[in-house]
């Protein structure tokens, strides 16, 4: 079983949609969660950290569900932009690396 | 703003040749880190970094060892390329925390002939 897994897809949403990724992680012992994009031939970059509480940013939402271990991203009112795939990432405990989930691929239509 | 720069964009090598990725970084961060990204496997790292002199193994080092002499500059080293290892190389640096973020290169992307 992977450590981080999260559903391939691909998610063919148009424009305007709420889009909704879950990804699940095997070590209770998690502390840090983040999610990443990727853009085609690119390198990843942080979209947003996963805090406890769950946190905004503009149509973008996280949330961390620890007793069932998995965190999720919704976007809301999807731009062609978003087109990309989302990388969940966590950290274990003190560890000192992430350990990133396949991905999931997003494609917003017009 | 970080910067983490990888030497090459792309590189075509021969079976059996030895090679070189250099990555370095612009923000004094401690933790360096070496992955390959392959279609429908993500991310898997290598090998990892925390201080000068100092690695640990990821979850696929077989194949690869790496340097670390300077604290901005860790460098992945192929001692001889197979096939196998035709992938796209991402490198990242992240300061000390628990919380932080790691930030990425741009990629190399290389192939084995």
């Known amino acids: 079983r992977k450590e981080v897994e999260q559903d391939p897809g691909p998610f063919n949403v148009p424009e305007g949609a709420t889009v909704a990724f879950n990804c699940t992680y095997s070590?209770?012992?998690?502390?840090?969660f983040f999610w990443y994009r990727q853009d085609c031939r690119k390198e990843p970059k942080l979209l947003m950290s996963?805090?406890?509480s769950g946190n905004e940013d503009g149509r973008f939402t996280a949330q961390l569900n620890r007793a069932s271990q998995y965190i999720s991203l919704l976007i809301r009112d999807s731009k062609l932009s978003d087109s990309a795939t989302y990388l969940c990432v966590v950290r274990w405990g003190s560890a000192r690396q992430l350990t990133f989930g396949s991905g999931t691929q997003l494609t917003v239509l017009p | 703003d970080v910067k983490v720069t990888q030497s090459s964009r792309y590189l075509v090598k021969r079976t059996g040749e030895k090679v070189f990725l250099e990555c370095v970084q612009d923000?004094?961060?401690?933790?360096m880190f070496w992955y390959r990204q392959d279609p429908g496997l993500g991310l898997r790292l290598i090998y990892f970094?925390?201080?000068?002199?100092?690695?640990e193994k990821g979850d696929i080092p077989e194949g690869y060892s790496v340097s670390r002499e300077k604290k901005e500059r860790f460098s992945l080293i192929l001692e001889s390329a197979s096939t196998n290892q035709t992938s796209m190389y991402l490198c990242?640096?992240?300061?000390?925390?628990?919380?932080?973020?790691?930030?990425f290169g741009q990629g190399t992307r290389l192939t084995v002939v």
């Open positions: 923000m004094d961060h401690e933790n």
């Open positions: 070590n209770s012992a998690s502390q840090s």
């Open positions: 996963v805090y406890s």
């Open positions: 970094s925390y201080d000068v002199k100092m690695k």
């Open positions: 990242a640096s992240s300061p000390q925390g628990a919380y932080t973020e790691a930030f």
